[in-house]
Nanobody, 128 residues
């Protein structure tokens, strides 16, 4: 199992940047594909970005391509989401997710059902 704790959320003006972090417990962090999802008020949770075990494979939602970057530091058991050029529509609770996977270079995008472990979320609010 893996326990996930997100941090780095906050209030930022449109056009600004934030970096989210997700710290994972356990000694086998590198065995998990990682993802970020978000849920805005009144909406379903949606995929944002994913990274493979090695960090070499990434996937992004079309809405964040070119603005967000996902990365991971396996020795530090941490995955990051660098968010630039933020827009008010990026306002949401951001969740980190993990899934044990054999493939080293496969990133798991799309449905949240692909992930077993979830953090509690961190709020990101972008003001206009």
């Amino acid at each position: 199992q893996v326990h996930l704790v997100e941090s780095g959320g906050g209030l930022v003006q449109a056009g600004g940047s934030l970096r989210l972090s997700c710290a994972a417990s356990g000694r086998t962090f590198s065995s998990y594909a990682m993802g970020w999802f978000r849920q805005a008020p009144g909406k379903e949770r949606e995929f944002v970005a994913a990274v493979s075990r090695s960090g070499g494979g990434t996937l992004y939602a079309d809405s964040v391509k070119g603005r967000f970057t996902i990365s991971r530091d396996n020795p530090k058991n941490t995955v990051y989401l660098q968010m630039n050029t933020l827009k008010p529509e990026d306002t949401a609770v951001y969740y980190c997710a993990a899934e044990y996977i054999v493939s080293i270079n496969q990133a798991l995008g799309g449905s949240e059902s692909k992930y077993t472990y979830w953090g509690q979320g961190t709020q990101v609010t972008v003001s206009s």
